[in-house]
């Protein structure tokens, strides 16, 4: 039997009366005091996860970017350090083995946060692909990093409370000091508001979260890390995305660039040119259910025409959810819970009032 993996801060949700849960193989926390509650700390003012069980990928030598550019659908030679993005990697055929953020550390350095699920798959995949491209240095180097993500409204404004002041914008990072500590702080995040992402060494991260539950942060779990990136559209590996999906189904065209090589590219435009037999969708009930992962989706006929990805409750935007059904369907849809066809209507992301939530809302 295979020991479940604990992060840097796994003593300090035990002392926090954390509700734990396997996830990829990591202790990981699903609640706190409840998901709702840590759902709308994050959308109406702040609240932190533990998200160091993602995995971290460091690759550097002097061919690094001409092999990441090979490597990413996504064009990196005008990403400039101090700077990320999100992308793909994908197989021959053009499904996604991962999606990551990449960050350029260094002219000729790198380092991929990848999904904790595909963390020992993406090394494997870098380091037998670099074998080709000479002195390349590829490192997990995932356990000597702890990784907080410091998401809502007023994240920012905390940190200045904290003496940090941030002169980066989204997708941008800096090195700097946090209650004494050396971090990373990225302007990054899962849940579809502001916010940064805290890269410390173990010790660090363990100070750093001490610090802040001391500011009234709200700690939060996974359960309202998911209901959050359902609600922005966010997609999760094994869900939304695989290798059998690509990102055109995915409706992840925007991270591909046709005007360079990478893997799986052939196949990928070939089906931006022939199109797709499935997409994917967003939904919202009209009924009382609540939607989860393998529902079937049905036509106004009552035919199947695709299934369930992702499904919640939000407490901002009701029962909602993903997934895949025909690109040229158009009309209502209902889903098979518990035997019962649930009325459903076709929505766009993000599922929230983009006025009162979400990193464009409007301020009064």
Request: proline share 3%; aromatic share 8%.
């Amino acid at each position: 039997m295979i020991e479940e993996r604990k992060t840097p801060l796994y003593e300090e949700h035990l002392k926090l009366g954390a509700r734990m849960g396997n996830f990829a193989g990591w202790k990981m926390p699903l609640w706190y005091k409840g998901a709702m509650k840590e759902h709308l700390a994050v959308r109406e003012d702040r609240g932190m996860f533990d998200v160091s069980h993602m995995g971290e990928i460091s690759v550097s030598g002097d061919k690094s970017e001409d092999f990441i550019q090979i490597l990413v659908t996504s064009d990196i030679s005008k990403l400039e350090e101090g700077s990320s993005l999100y992308t793909v990697i994908c197989n021959e055929m053009g499904g996604i083995k991962d999606d990551v953020i990449i960050f350029r550390t260094g002219e000729n350095e790198f380092l991929l946060v990848v999904n904790a699920i595909n963390r020992e798959k993406i090394y494997l995949w870098i380091k037998n692909l670099s074998k080709l491209w000479g002195n390349l240095k590829i490192k997990d180097i995932t356990e000597r990093i702890g990784l907080i993500a410091l998401q809502g409204p007023n994240s920012i404004e905390l940190l200045d409370e904290a003496g940090l002041s941030l002169s980066i914008r989204r997708f941008q990072f800096q090195e700097d000091e946090l209650f004494g500590e050396k971090v990373t702080i990225s302007r990054t995040g899962y849940t579809g508001e502001d916010g940064v992402e805290i890269f410390s060494d173990p010790e660090g991260i363990r100070v750093i979260w001490r610090k802040l539950i001391d500011m009234g942060v709200e700690p939060c779990g996974l359960a309202s890390r998911d209901s959050l990136r359902i609600e922005a559209g966010f997609v999760l590996y094994g869900n939304e995305i695989s290798e059998e999906i690509s990102p055109i189904e995915s409706k992840l065209s925007f991270v591909v660039s046709k005007e360079k090589e990478f893997i799986g590219r052939e196949k990928i435009i070939e089906k931006m040119e022939m199109g797709v037999d499935k997409t994917r969708i967003g939904f919202a009930l009209l009924e009382k259910g609540i939607p989860r992962r393998g529902q079937e989706i049905l036509s106004l006929e009552g035919e199947k025409i695709g299934e369930v990805t992702s499904g919640t409750y939000s407490p901002t935007s009701g029962a909602i959810g993903m997934g895949y059904i025909p690109p040229d369907y158009k009309g209502k849809i209902y889903l098979k819970i518990r035997n019962r066809e649930v009325e459903a209507e076709l929505r766009n992301w993000p599922f929230f009032d983009r006025e009162k939530y979400g990193i464009g809302r409007v301020r009064k």
